[in-house]
């Protein structure tokens, strides 16, 4: 309960195993930290079975094929991988996804040309549909989900505003992730009337993040017919007791809303169509991104709390 | 603001205009009370104009023609007419239903064949789209539409559970409704347990009518791809300021659910589709309805006083 210190992990040393036939090992060259995570570790009933105390922290990663009795693979080859907080690992290959370095950068399969970017991708299209000329605000804009809602919700022809905790965040959601308006919540005291003064036509679209108070603000800014997609809620991952607010469903009969709640991992059937398209805007400068790199495979739990106090702009990532 | 007290209201008397041209003059037969109204009188922002202090309370009614100046209308005529809480009105005719005592008494033209009816038919079927088998809740299920959308989820195959507060209002739905199980909100402690022992397979799709605890029990037992229609919250109506309660978006995101809300006036252009099929689900004896007949047009506020504070069994109707 509450944040995670450095001390409630462990690193340990195991023996790498023999492969069998038809399995690879690998070895990880960028491993994965995300808000996702904090989930996996409270014990608490969720989408996915918690991990034990004493078990391996479960993520993303990008790893090196180092040996092989899998005809598919190759040593040298790139894959992304589900391997969690380990430096090596042994995979049958199945799910595995190979990565060509010649059409982005590997590392970008753990953020914009993966789970993340996935997330925003249908968080935003699938489940609120945005129009040309409609407001769309997102909280958590300069994450890695977060900074590339905005800039699909630009290209669908919409008026962005972005939330987020420090001024270079904001410089950078503004001056590179193209979104035509942006507050630090940290340094504003009314989110209401900003909310009002950046969306004169007022909120068709909210991509959530974070939840709690600049959530109750953006609900007090709807307009009639919209719809909100709940990511996250990385203020409340820490909390060691369900949090207190004002109570927002009345609102959504005012203002004919809907909320819905997605797990990326529902469109992964969808992804090979989707990914190729992200590749496409990125490849146009349609989209930008950023990657903020923690060296160290020892630096992971430090890497992943910092993340959950939002140290991180854009993709947080481990290099080991 | 809190609940409105009968020295709110003042009954006055005003002339009987002239018809002009096109005109008819009708006599209320019976007019409506429902828990929206109290929206509009609350002087907050909403979804439609409020009524000032000292403006006629606004609502429906079903009248009979006096005197008719439109060729379209005879005397003798009885209309379904948004007449607010007055004993006599004129009209142009226009959007004016004509009743036929011989298909439904005509009193059903402000409840199951009318507003409610309506706002339980398409407020289930087309936000939740209930699947056979499924599980529905409905909360302020003995009330003018709770009754009917707990019968068309049985239409719809469903296993129906019923929250209602009075033991005779559980007897209602049960024997009568055909609600699968039900309680009374008002004797039980742990709303939470008792609807994990009454929806055994989870729920699937929540009505809500009221808000409040009952819908926070409700969002700790839903299934994955649960979807929640947000009808009303009576609960919360009479709050002089808003009421805080658990934050619930986290949980959207563990079940992927949808929550929803809408005004029935929104679904106006299709009533004459499900008009038909409501009246033929009446004649079946698929859906039973009742009515609680307020006596006298002096009594419209203490009526409607009533029903804020649950006083009521299935439509609250007041005869004039």
């Given at each position: ?33 995300d ?11 969720s ?105 699909i ?42 909310l009002?003064?950046l ?35 990385i ?30 991992s ?37 890497a ?17």
């Open positions: 309960m509450g944040l995670p210190k450095e001390s409630d992990f462990r690193l340990a040393d195991a023996p790498v195993p023999e492969l069998g036939d038809g399995e690879i090992l690998v070895r990880a060259m960028y491993l994965s930290v808000p996702y995570m904090r989930g996996r570790i409270s014990g608490m009933k989408y996915a079975a918690p991990t034990e105390i004493g078990g391996l922290m479960q993520g993303g990663g990008v790893a090196r094929v180092i040996e092989t009795k899998n005809p598919g693979f190759s040593v040298g080859d790139i894959v992304d991988i589900y391997m969690g907080w380990q430096e090596y690992a042994v995979s049958n290959g199945r799910g595995l996804r190979k990565l060509d370095p010649a059409v982005a950068p590997v590392s970008t399969a753990l953020g914009v040309l993966g789970m993340p970017g996935m997330t925003a991708y249908f968080g935003l299209l699938d489940i609120c549909d945005p129009k040309p000329g409609e407001t769309v605000v997102v909280s958590g804009a300069a994450g890695a989900v977060g900074s590339i809602v905005g800039q919700a630009k290209i669908k022809g919409c008026h962005t505003a972005g939330i987020a905790g420090g001024d270079d965040k904001i410089t950078w959601i503004l001056d590179e992730c193209g979104y035509d308006a942006a507050f630090n919540y940290k340094t504003t005291d009314n989110y209401s009337a900003k009002k003064e969306c004169p036509n007022g909120i068709d679209v909210y991509f959530d993040n974070v939840g709690g108070p600049i959530t109750d603000a953006v609900f007090g800014c709807l307009n009639v017919g919209a719809r909100i997609s709940i990511c996250g809620q203020s409340q991952y820490n909390n060691t007791q369900v949090e207190m607010g004002p109570r927002l469903l009345g609102a959504l009969i005012v203002y004919r809303a809907k909320v819905q709640g997605f797990l990326v529902d469109y992964a059937p969808r992804f090979s169509q989707a990914l190729p398209e992200m590749a496409g805007w990125i490849r146009s400068g349609q989209i930008k991104y950023r990657e903020d790199i923690v060296e160290g495979f020892e630096n992971l739990p430090k992943f709390i910092g993340l959950l106090q939002g140290e991180n702009i854009g993709k947080r990532i481990v290099k080991v």
